[in-house]
């Protein structure tokens, strides 16, 4: 079992930047990690992923404007969120998948709201 913690959230207005964590209560070096977001009434959507190889993906509409990162010595997984708009505002959730058994793992969330 892994427990997966996510903290960094907070309000921002348009155009600032916050960094999200994830840190989790075991090793993450064999699990591939990614970041979700949901907004009011929308459903869950991928932010970013980095796998075990740290190759990374991004939703279009946060390419070059978020960055997410890996630590696997702190166990700790991170989205550097800049340029951020009102249409970022949701719960970002830390997810953690493991490379080879069927296990995945969810942080309860962190609320990022963008204020115009």
């Known amino acids: 079992q892994v427990q997966l913690v996510e903290s960094g959230g907070g309000l921002v207005q348009s155009g600032g930047s916050l960094r999200l964590s994830c840190r989790a209560s075991?090793?993450?070096?064999?699990?591939?990690m990614g970041w979700y977001r949901q907004a009011p009434g929308k459903q869950r959507e991928s932010v970013a992923s980095?796998?075990?190889?740290?190759?990374?993906k991004y939703a279009d509409g946060v390419k070059g404007r978020f960055t997410i990162s890996r630590d696997n010595v702190e166990s700790t997984v991170y989205l550097q969120m800049n340029s951020l708009k009102p249409e970022d505002t949701a719960v970002y959730y830390c997810?953690?998948?493991?490379?080879?058994?069927?296990?995945?793992?969810w942080g309860p969330g962190t609320q990022v709201t963008v204020s115009s």
């Open positions: 997810s953690g998948v493991h490379a080879y058994l069927d296990r995945n793992y």
């Open positions: 075991a090793s993450i070096s064999i699990y591939n």
């Open positions: 980095i796998n075990t190889g740290e190759f990374t």
